[in-house]
């Protein structure tokens, strides 16, 4: 059979990749959570020392539902402090917990020399079967908490966003209401939920800004690690028709599956990119390579915005 010529585009972007000539100008931020034993630990101080040389604006902390990481929480946050020049930012949540109790533990933090906070209402405790009830004398959500940390120090804080409705919202416009309620109260930004469809992101900033929002809305980048997991996760949050595919079959697979959920990761994060997203957040699950490789991918290179070391 003859043999048939393949279409061919001509001009620069027929051999230019799709991260090529990237300048860097990006700022980041990597989630991490408190280990429960000392190969964890090993883990996540690993993942710390590779990610530092990249610069973060600042480095974040979980704090486990129901406050059941407490102590964790502020043994990492703490050793952040005294071993790197990161800036961390403690995670505080209002569950199981009273006003006072949580005065002292902000006050732990600033003594410490933590000036960041994420100010959370938090997931239930168990032991209220999955349904947020305040304490008696606690705090009865976000906003009410940015209010009463900035009002006992200077924290700078951030807070949570959710582009596709926080399941416990009684409307998009409730849920948008309730961030405008924290931000007003003295939070600096905002951090999203995990997302995977762009468009309900940059939806998400069009009616935050019709809002009267000004504040920043980093969005919240996961590669994922386990695509079973994701499904069971995902009751507000769109899995497009392509991921699905694409993650088909890898779940017993984890080689290939990280590589390709660092492939759909970094793409995401270059489409948002072109969107004119400059500052990215990264729940790390206390890995490095995949958040590494995707600020490589965007032009950040270790060094060049360096404001840390471990």
């Not at 090529?20 to 429960?36: H, R, W």
């Not at 940015?146 to 807070?159: C, N, P, R």
């Not at 309730?178 to 600096?188: F, H, I, P």
């Not at 950040?300 to 070391?309: E, I, M």
């Amino acid at each position: 059979m003859p043999q048939t010529n393949s279409p061919r585009k001509d001009g620069p972007q027929a051999d230019t990749p799709l991260f090529a000539g990237l300048p860097g100008d990006i700022a980041v931020s990597f989630e991490f959570f408190p280990p429960k034993t000392e190969k964890m630990e090993a883990q996540l101080w690993d993942a710390i020392t590779q990610l530092a040389p990249l610069g973060p604006n600042f480095v974040s902390v979980t704090y486990g539902a129901g406050g059941s990481t407490r102590e964790r929480t502020h043994g990492t946050v703490a050793r952040i402090v005294t071993e790197t020049d990161l800036v961390p930012a403690a995670h505080l949540t209002c569950v199981a917990a009273s006003k006072a109790e949580i005065a002292e533990i902000a006050d732990q933090y600033w003594q410490a020399g933590v000036r960041h906070i994420v100010a959370l209402r938090g997931d239930p405790s168990p032991a209220d079967n999955g349904i947020f009830v305040p304490h008696p004398q606690g705090y009865a959500n976000a906003a009410e908490l940015v209010a009463g940390l900035k009002a006992q120090h200077d924290f700078d804080i951030s807070v949570a966003a959710y582009p596709e409705v926080h399941p416990e919202a009684a409307s998009a416009e409730a849920d948008l209401d309730n961030l405008k309620r924290k931000l007003d109260a003295g939070a600096t930004r905002a951090i999203t939920q995990v997302f995977f469809s762009n468009d309900a992101y940059f939806r998400f900033l069009d009616r935050a800004l019709a809002a009267g929002i000004a504040a920043p809305i980093l969005p919240g980048i996961m590669p994922v690690t386990n695509f079973a997991a994701i499904r069971r996760m995902s009751a507000n949050t769109e899995i497009p028709g392509w991921m699905e595919s694409m993650f088909e079959d890898l779940d017993e697979r984890p080689g290939p599956r990280a590589l390709v959920a660092a492939v759909a990761a970094a793409d995401q994060c270059r489409r948002l990119y072109d969107g004119g997203v400059r500052d990215f957040h990264f729940y790390t699950l206390n890995r490095a390579e995949q958040a590494y490789a995707i600020c490589q991918l965007l032009g950040l290179r270790a060094g060049r915005n360096d404001k840390g070391s471990a």
